[in-house]
C-alpha cells in the first residue's frame, strides 16, 4: 500500500538556522498529491502547504517544498527558523484511494 | 471553514468497558477518519469512511469498530476498553486525495 517516510523523528534547532524535514513516499500512482501538515502544541494539525505539480516549488507561510517525482521526495524547507515553528509536522500523500495515511511526524523544536 | 467536531473531549473509561467516541462535520464531505496520536508513532489510521453506510480498515483496525450512520457523523467504538488504548484519537473528514482533511479538536482518552 501507500506509504511515506519521515527521516527524522526529532531535529533541533537554533533560531535563525535553516530548516530542512524529509519525507519520501511509495506509492504506484502515478500523480500523487502530497501535503505538509502542522501541529502545535495542544493543537490539531492542519494543512501546511501541498503540491501535485512535479518540480514545481510550492511556498506557504515562509516555508517551502518540491515535489521531485523521480526521487518521490517533497522536503519540507526554511530559509530561517523562528521559534513559533516548534511544532510537529507530519507528510502525507494523496494517492488516488480514500484512504489518508500520515508518516510517523517530525518533531522540530527551535531554541533561542 | 471546515468543521469537525469531537465530542467528548475528554474521557476515562474501565478496562473492559465500553467506549463510543463520536465525531460530526458540517462540510458535505464524502470522506471520513479516525486517528490515533501516539509519541514516537505520529497519526496512525484506525478506521475511514467515504460515504454513509460505508467503514474500512486502516492501519491498526484491532480492538475497534467504526460506524458511519449518516454523512455527518462518525463514530468509533470500542467494545472492550484496554489501557493500550489510552491515546489521542482525531477524527478528520476530507472530500478526495486532491484536497486537505481537516481534523476535529481530538479526544483524549484515558483507560484505568
Known amino acids: 500500500g501507500d506509504s511515506v517516510t519521515q527521516t527524522e523523528g526529532l531535529v533541533t534547532l537554533t533560531e535563525g538556522l535553516p530548516v530542512m524535514l524529509n519525507c519520501t513516499y511509495q506509492?504506484?500512482?502515478?500523480?500523487?498529491?502530497l501535503f505538509w501538515y502542522v501541529q502545535h502544541l495542544n493543537e490539531s494539525p492542519r494543512l501546511l502547504l501541498k503540491?501535485?505539480?512535479?518540480?514545481k516549488r510550492t511556498e506557504h507561510q515562509g516555508f517551502h517544498a518540491t515535489l521531485h517525482k523521480s526521487s518521490s521526495s517533497f522536503h519540507l524547507q526554511k530559509s530561517s527558523a523562528q521559534l513559533s515553528d516548534s511544532a510537529l509536522y507530519y507528510c502525507?500523500?494523496?494517492?488516488?484511494?480514500?484512504?489518508?495515511?500520515f508518516g510517523s511526524g517530525t518533531r522540530l523544536l527551535v531554541s533561542p | 471553514e471546515a468543521a469537525v467536531t469531537q465530542s467528548p473531549r475528554n474521557k476515562v473509561a474501565v478496562t473492559g468497558g465500553k467506549v463510543t467516541l463520536s465525531c460530526n462535520q458540517t462540510?458535505?464531505?464524502?470522506?471520513m477518519y479516525w486517528y490515533r496520536q501516539d509519541t514516537g508513532h505520529g497519526l496512525r489510521l484506525i478506521h475511514y469512511?467515504?460515504?454513509?453506510?460505508?467503514?474500512e480498515k486502516g492501519d491498526i483496525p484491532d480492538g475497534y469498530k467504526a460506524s458511519r450512520p449518516s454523512q455527518e457523523n462518525f463514530s468509533l467504538i470500542l467494545e472492550l476498553a484496554t489501557p493500550s488504548q489510552t491515546s489521542v484519537y482525531f477524527c478528520?473528514?476530507?472530500?478526495?486525495?486532491?484536497?486537505?482533511?481537516?481534523f476535529g479538536k481530538g479526544t483524549r482518552l484515558t483507560v484505568v
Open positions: 478528520a473528514s476530507g472530500d478526495g486525495v486532491v484536497t486537505e482533511v481537516f
Open positions: 506509492t504506484i500512482y502515478s500523480n500523487p498529491f
Open positions: 503540491s501535485f505539480t512535479d518540480n
Open positions: 502525507a500523500p494523496g494517492t488516488g484511494g480514500y484512504k489518508v495515511v
Open positions: 462540510n458535505n464531505h464524502n470522506n
Open positions: 469512511s467515504y460515504g454513509a453506510g460505508s467503514t
